[in-house]
């Protein structure tokens, strides 16, 4: 067994990124933005896939959300699509206000608003 490999050099470790807070209005911590449950909390990334959650995250683009308005429940953001472009047009809305609209294609790729 290498010994190496439990004492790693401290140079190697992943440098984490600082999460910015959420850009949305009203998004706390602890609270489901959608419902305002405060049961089984979990982070949404509102541009996913390849790539996305990464600007997303790096741009505020997340939100807060109960498991049943994330993933469980019949209108759940990954199962329903109008609830999806609600808040991709509502997190879009929020970075236009200090960005252009192609600001904002040129990193996602479209615009929610057209």
Do not use: W
Request: hydrophobic residues 25%; glycine residues 8%; positive net charge.
């Amino acid at each position: 067994m290498r010994k190496d490999y439990y004492f790693r050099n401290p140079e190697q470790r992943k440098k984490r990124k600082k999460h910015m807070k959420s850009i949305l209005p009203g998004d706390q911590p602890g609270i489901c933005y959608l419902c305002g449950s405060r049961q089984r909390i979990e982070d949404h990334h509102i541009f996913f896939g390849t790539g996305s959650r990464t600007k997303s995250e790096e741009k505020g683009m997340k939100v807060h959300l109960c498991a049943e308005c994330h993933r469980e429940g019949p209108e759940a953001v990954h199962r329903y699509r109008e609830a999806d472009l609600y808040l991709k047009r509502t997190a879009q809305r929020q970075f236009e206000k200090n960005h252009t609209r192609q600001q904002f294609r040129e990193i996602f790729g479209k615009s929610y608003l057209e």
